[in-house]
T-cell receptor, first 114, second 112 residues
């Protein structure tokens, strides 16, 4: 069963806490992405990784951090520096970082700050 | 800067009708466009894509039209079904730009 998994589906965090969102893919894709989605808005790119041990900031990287130690895993940490972290977080992967390589999305994690 | 927008935030149709979802883009350098479907609480799902050297591309029940003159993209869904109810996003990019720029989305509501 191939695909992208994200966990947990729902996550609650107290203000001031860091939290890590999991993203795993078994599609053997080189590129992985993290997006944030707010109600009524399009997807905004947080970070992306073209290859293992490499990643670049997207449009809204402040308050977030990532790592890419394994090809299949691209965890996202939402730090206490992120001023408005409540959102729906989507992970995607693609064969490569070329925009013409279709990005396949996971089911998402809904983060709520209490 | 790049931007992708949609003309209609919500489109309501009857089952069996044809649906047309529109998208305007501002970057004349964009040469690749893609449509995604997102059901409530789920991740986006690829529908169809088109490159700028094409005006039209057809898939199963879907057709994407590209008008580069007026920088307009549309998604046509034939014989719309209740299962087509979702938010539809267009996105754009161009060769050498390693990101997709997403529009805000159009919600399609299909009544039985």
């Amino acid at each position: 069963d191939g695909g992208i998994t994200q966990s947990p589906k729902y996550l609650f965090r107290k203000e001031g806490q860091n939290v890590t969102l999991s993203c795993e893919q078994n599609l053997n894709h080189d590129a992985m992405y993290w997006y944030r989605q707010d109600p009524g808005q399009g997807l905004r790119l947080i970070y992306y990784s073209q290859i293992v041990n490499d990643f670049q900031k997207g449009d809204i990287a402040e308050g977030y951090s990532v790592s890419r130690e394994k090809k299949e895993s691209f965890p996202l940490t939402v730090t206490s520096a992120q001023k408005n972290p409540t959102a729906f977080y989507l992970c995607a992967s693609a064969d490569s970082a070329s925009p013409t390589d279709t990005q396949y999305f996971g089911p998402g994690t809904r983060l709520t700050v209490l | 800067g790049e931007s992708v927008g949609l003309h209609l935030p919500t489109l309501s149709v009857q089952e069996g009708d044809n649906s047309i979802i529109n998208c305007a883009y501002s970057n004349s350098a964009s040469d690749y466009f893609i449509w995604y479907k997102q059901e409530s609480g789920k991740g986006p799902q690829f529908i169809i894509d088109i490159r700028s050297n094409m005006d039209k591309r057809q898939g199963q029940r879907v057709t994407v039209l590209l008008n580069k003159t007026v920088k307009h993209l549309s998604l046509q869904i034939a014989a719309t079904q209740p299962g087509d109810s979702a938010v539809y996003f267009c996105a754009e990019s161009y060769l050498g730009f390693q990101k997709l720029v997403f529009g805000t989305g159009t919600r399609l509501l299909v009544s039985p």
